[in-house]
C-alpha cells in the first residue's frame, strides 16, 4: 500500500474517531449491543475453532506476502485505525466494532505441551498471590512463549482462588490504542455504559468499587504501547496500576516493563529464557506426537536440530509439526536449506504460527529501519553477536547514534544482552541474514576491525585465548566471506597466521587455508608456508595421511641436492620436521629418527639455529618416549644450549622440563619436583599453556608416585582443565589415564575402570594405538585386583594384539606380559605364568636399558619355582 493512501485512511480514522466522540458527548452510544457484551476469562479458555473466527475480507496484515516470504511484505495493519489483525494475524474490522466473541476467538487456551517452565510459573504464582496488588511482567522476544506462561500462571490453582472469576484475559494485538483498550476492558469486564458517563468513569468507577482481588492480563502489550498513543495507553495503565485491588501481569517484547510501575520480572535481564535441552527435547517429541520417525541415531538428530533452534519454544512446535510428517535427516535438511522459512503452520502466517512473521512483527513495530536496520543486518552477520559490545560497537561501526540505535534494537528484543555481550537467537540470525543482508561496506569494516582486535591480542596466549574465543566464529564468518569475494588476501593470511598460534582454533585455522588454497591468487612463498601450515595442523587433530600427503606435495617440488639455496633447505626441514612429528604420534619411531636427523642437515645448511635445536629436542623426546634416558638426557642438553645461545627462554624451559621428565622416571624426585615447578612458572610467563599443562601433568605423576594422592589429584585435574581449554585431545587423555592410575592406587578400583575406559576412548579418537593398548593393559591390572578374571584375560589379551603392529615398544610389551603373568600365578596355572614371565624377560632385555624390569622379571620366576616346589604362591 502506498504511502498516500496510507495518510489518506489515517486521517480518515481520525475523522471516524472524531466523529464517535461527537457521538458519545451527546449521549448518543453506538453499537450498544457490542458493548454490553463482554466475556471474563477466569476457569477456563475453551479452544475456538478456525471456523468461529470472524474473518475481514481485507487486505492481509503482510501486504506483499507470497508463498510465506515476508522478505518485501509491509506491516500495514498493527492495530490501524481503519484496520487491525487477531492472534492468527487474519485482518478483523475496526476497533470500534470488535465484539465478545472476537476477543474470546483471539485467547488461547492453556497449552497442553508445556515444558520446562515450571519454576517460572511459580515464581509467577508466588508473586500474585503475595498481599496487595502485584505487577509481573513477562518480557522477551517474539516465540519465547510469554503467552503460554502467562495462561499457566492464571490457571494455577492458588491464582484462581485469589482472583474467582475475576480474571480478565486482554489479547492487545486487537488494540491500538487507550480508547480501544478500554473499549475491551469493559468487553471482558461485561460493564454497560451508563448514560452521561464516559467509558474511563465506567471502568475506573468499577475498579474503585471492587471489595475483591482483580487481575487484568495485558497480553502482547508492545502492540498499544509502541502505537501513536503510546502517552495515552501509559496514562490509562499507571491508572488502573493504582486500585488497591488490581493486579496486573504484561506480556510483551522488550527487556523492561511499560511504564512506571513496580514490575517483577520473571526471568534473567533479557526476559524469559529458552528451553533448557532436556525440556526442550521432551516438547519436540510431545508436539510431534506417535507418527515421529525415529532411527537408531534419532536421538542424535533432535538433539542436533534443537542445538540449530537454540531451544526457542515457537521454533520447536514448528518444527516438529514437520517431524509428523518427515523423517529427522530430512527436517534437518530442510532447515539448513530452508531456514526460518519452514518454521510455520497454516496458510494464513501469524505471531503464533510462522517465526518470520513474528520477527518482521518486531521490526514493524518498533520501526527498525535505516542505519538501525543496517545494524540489526550486521549484527545478524555475526555468529557470536558483539563481545563486550559498550566498548567494541564505536569500533566495529561507524555512526552518531549507535547508542540510540542498540537501544531500539534491545527494546524489540530481536538482540538481547548476555554477559556484557550483544548476542541474537539462531531462528531470529537466520531470518535477518537471509532477508535484510549486510553490505560490503560493512563486511569490509568488520574485516578492519579483526585485523586490528587479532594484531592487539596480547602475546601470551594463555591470557589471548579467552578473549579470542569470544570472537572466533565471527572471525570465521568475516574472513571466509571476504576470501571468497576476493577481498583482502593479504589481510586474510595475516589473520591466519595468528590464529595458527592456537592450537584450540585448528578447525577455523584448517577451514581458512583450504578456502584461500582453493583461490590459488596467492604468491609462491605464501602458498608454501600456509601448506605446510596446513600439515602441521592436520597432523594435530589426527589426520596423518592428509597431514603426510600435504607434505610431500610441498616437497616433491623442491630439489634435495647439497647446491640448494638456504631457503630451499629451510623450507625442506621443515617438511623432514613435519614428517617426523606425524610419524612419532603414530608411534613409528624409527621413521621419526630418521626424518628428524633429515631435518636437523637441512636446518643446519638453512643455518637456522633455532629450527635446529628444536629438532634435537624432538629427537630428545622419541628417545624419551623409548626409555632410552641417557640418549635423550644428551639431545635435551645439547638443544638447551643452542637455546641459550640464541636468547630464547622458551626453548630453555622445554629443554629444562624433558629433563625433569627423566628424572621422575629415574625416581630422582626431588631433581625433578625443582626442574618441572621452574618450567611450569617459566611457561606461564610466556603464555604457553600447552607445556605449563604437561608440567602440571608430570608434576602430577611425580606426587602419585610419592604416594600425596590429594596433591596428585589436583594437579593433574588442573592439567587436564587446561588441555581442555587449548583442545588438546592428547593431553586430555594423558590426564585421564593417570587419574586411573591415581583411584587404583587406593583401590578404588571402580573410578578406575570409568577413567581408564574414558582415556582408552579418547586416544582411539585421535589414532594413538599404542595408548590404546596400554590403556587395556591397565584395565586388565585393575580387573585382576577386584578378582574380575576373565575380564582381566580379555584386557590384556586385547593389548598385546594391538602391541603386535608395534614391536619397538618393548617397555609396553614386557610390562604387559609381566603382568598378565601375575594373572595366571592367582589363578594357579604357573605354567601359563612362566610363559609370561619369560617372555616378558627377553623383551626388556632386548631393550638394552630396562635391567630393573628384568630384575622383576626374574624374582617372579623365582617365586614361581618356589611356590611350585610348596604347592602355593606369594606374590
Known amino acids: 500500500m502506498k504511502k498516500t493512501t496510507i495518510a489518506a ?75 487491525t489483525i487477531n492472534f492468527h494475524g487474519t485482518p478483523v474490522p475496526d476497533v470500534k466494532k470488535i465484539t465478545a466473541d472476537m476477543i474470546e476467538s483471539a485467547t488461547p487456551a492453556v497449552p497442553l505441551v ?32 510469554k503467552t503460554s506462561l502467562a495462561l499457566h500462571i492464571m490457571n494455577a490453582n492458588s491464582v484462581k482462588d485469589k482472583f474467582t472469576g475475576r480474571c480478565y484475559f486482554i489479547p492487545c494485538e486487537l488494540f491500538e490504542d487507550a480508547e480501544s483498550l478500554i473499549q475491551g476492558l469493559l468487553h471482558v469486564m461485561k460493564l454497560n455504559m451508563q448514560e452521561n458517563k464516559s467509558k474511563h468513569e465506567v471502568l475506573f468507577d468499577h475498579l474503585q468499587a471492587a471489595h475483591e482481588n482483580v487481575l487484568i492480563v495485558f497480553d502482547n502489550f508492545e502492540t498499544p504501547w509502541n502505537h501513536d498513543d503510546s502517552a495515552g495507553v501509559r496514562n490509562l495503565l499507571e491508572k488502573i496500576a493504582q486500585y488497591i485491588k488490581v493486579s496486573l501481569i504484561v506480556t510483551m517484547r522488550g527487556p523492561d516493563g511499560p511504564g512506571d510501575i513496580p514490575w517483577k520480572r520473571l526471568g534473567d535481564q533479557s526476559g524469559i529464557p529458552t528451553l533448557l535441552a532436556v525440556p526442550a527435547k521432551e516438547a519436540f517429541k510431545a508436539f ?129 544482552e548476555n554477559y556484557q555481550g550483544i548476542k541474537m537467537l539462531a531462528p531470529v540470525r537466520e531470518h535477518i541474514d537471509l532477508n535484510h543482508t549486510i553490505s560490503q561496506d560493512d563486511i569490509d569494516q568488520l574485516e578492519r576491525f579483526y585485523i586490528w582486535f587479532l594484531e592487539d591480542l596480547s602475546d601470551n596466549n594463555m591470557q589471548a585465548q579467552p578473549v579470542l574465543q569470544l570472537h572466533i566464529n565471527n572471525i570465521e564468518k568475516v574472513f571466509k566471506s571476504q576470501i571468497s569475494s576476493d577481498q583482502s588476501k593479504t589481510s586474510c593470511i595475516s589473520a591466519i597466521n595468528i590464529l595458527c598460534k592456537f592450537t584450540r582454533f585448528n578447525s577455523v585455522s584448517i577451514d581458512l ?3 584461500i588454497l582453493k583461490k590459488n591468487k596467492i604468491i609462491k612463498e605464501d602458498e608454501v608456508d600456509l601448506k605446510l601450515m596446513r600439515a602441521k595442523k592436520l597432523r594435530w587433530i589426527g589426520r596423518f595421511q592428509d597431514a603426510d600427503a600435504q607434505v610431500m606435495s610441498v616437497k616433491e617440488c623442491l630439489n634435495e641436492e647439497e647446491n640448494i639455496s638456504q631457503s630451499e633447505a629451510d623450507i625442506l626441514g621443515r617438511c623432514f620436521n613435519i614428517l617426523e612429528s606425524i610419524y612419532y604420534h603414530q608411534d613409528q619411531y624409527e621413521k621419526a629418527i630418521n626424518m628428524n636427523l633429515q631435518a636437523q642437515k637441512y636446518f643446519k645448511q638453512s643455518e637456522n639455529q633455532w629450527a635446529r635445536a628444536d629438532s634435537m629436542s624432538w629427537l630428545g623426546t622419541i628417545y624419551l618416549r623409548q626409555n632410552r634416558y641417557k640418549e635423550a638426557s644428551e639431545m635435551f642438553s645439547e638443544a638447551q644450549q643452542i637455546f641459550h645461545q640464541i636468547g630464547n627462554e622458551l626453548g630453555v624451559a622445554e629443554c629444562l622440563k624433558k629433563l625433569g621428565d627423566i628424572y621422575l622416571m629415574q625416581s630422582k624426585y626431588d631433581e625433578a619436583i625443582g626442574m618441572l615447578s621452574d618450567a611450569q612458572k617459566q611457561f606461564e610467563t610466556f603464555g604457553d599453556q600447552l607445556r605449563a599443562a604437561e608440567c602440571l601433568w608430570s ?177
Request: proline residues 3%; glycine residues 8%; charged residues 25%.
Open 9 to 83: 485512511l489515517r486521517k480518515l480514522g481520525l475523522k471516524d474517531k472524531k466523529r464517535q466522540k461527537d457521538r458519545q458527548e451527546s449521549g448518543r452510544v453506538e453499537n450498544p449491543d457490542s458493548v454490553a457484551a463482554g466475556t471474563s476469562l477466569s476457569h477456563s479458555n475453551p479452544q475456538i475453532s478456525q471456523g468461529q473466527m470472524q474473518r475481514s475480507p481485507g487486505p492481509l496484515f503482510f501486504t506483499d506476502s507470497q508463498n510465506n516470504d515476508f522478505t518485501r511484505a509491509n506491516i500495514t495493519n498493527v492495530a490501524g485505525n481503519w484496520q
Open 114 to 145: 508445556f515444558k520446562g517452565r515450571e519454576e517460572l510459573v511459580d515464581q509467577g504464582v508466588n508473586i500474585l498471590c503475595q498481599q496487595g496488588p502485584r505487577f509481573l511482567a513477562i518480557l522477551g522476544a517474539g516465540g519465547m512463549g
Open 288 to 416: 510431534a506426537g506417535n507418527n515421529l520417525r525415529s532411527s537408531d541415531d534419532s536421538e542424535t538428530q533432535i538433539d542436533s536440530l534443537l542445538d540449530q533452534l537454540e531451544y526457542v519454544p515457537l521454533a520447536i512446535r514448528l518444527s516438529a509439526q514437520h517431524a509428523r510428517r518427515v523423517k529427522l535427516k530430512a527436517l534437518i535438511s530442510m532447515w539448513k536449506k530452508g531456514k526460518t522459512s519452514i518454521l510455520t503452520e497454516g496458510r494464513v502466517p501469524g505471531r503464533l504460527t510462522s517465526v518470520s512473521f513474528s520477527i518482521d512483527l518486531s521490526i514493524q513495530l518498533f520501526k527498525i529501519e535505516g542505519r538501525t536496520l543496517k545494524l540489526l543486518s550486521a549484527i545478524s552477520f555475526l555468529p557470536d553477536g558483539i563481545p563486550f559490545w559498550i566498548e567494541y560497537l564505536p569500533q566495529m561501526f561507524q555512526g552518531e547514534e549507535l547508542t540510540f540505535n542498540m537501544s531500539t534494537l534491545l527494546d524489540s528484543s530481536l538482540i538481547y
Open 513 to 515: 587455508i583450504d578456502l
Open 699 to 875: 608434576l602430577g605423576g611425580l606426587y602419585m608416585m610419592q604416594e600425596k594422592y590429594d596433591e596428585a589429584t589436583e594437579m593433574t585435574l588442573e592439567a587436564q582443565r587446561q588441555f581442555e581449554e587449548i583442545g588438546d585431545k592428547k593431553g586430555v587423555a594423558d590426564c585421564l589415564r593417570s587419574l586411573g592410575y591415581i583411584y587404583m592406587n587406593q583401590s578404588q578400583y571402580d573410578e578406575a575402570v570409568k577413567n581408564f575406559s574414558n582415556a582408552q576412548r579418547q586416544y582411539q579418537s585421535i589414532g594413538r594405538i599404542v595408548d590404546v593398548a596400554w590403556c587395556f593393559e591397565c584395565l586388565g591390572r585393575t580387573y585382576r585386583f577386584q578378582g574380575q578374571y576373565e575380564k582381566a584375560k580379555e584386557a590384556f589379551t586385547e593389548a598385546l594384539q594391538l602391541f603386535e603392529g608395534f614391536p619397538g615398544e618393548k617397555y609396553y610389551i614386557g610390562y604387559t606380559l609381566l603382568n598378565f603373568g601375575y594373572l595366571f600365578s592367582d589363578i594357579k596355572d604357573f605354567a601359563g605364568a612362566r610363559r609370561k614371565y619369560e617372555e616378558a624377560r627377553d623383551i626388556f632385555d632386548s631393550h638394552g636399558q630396562l635391567e630393573k624390569e628384568v630384575d622383576y622379571c626374574s624374582e617372579a620366576l623365582a617365586e614361581l619355582d618356589e611356590a611350585e616346589a610348596t604347592g602355593s604362591i606369594s606374590e
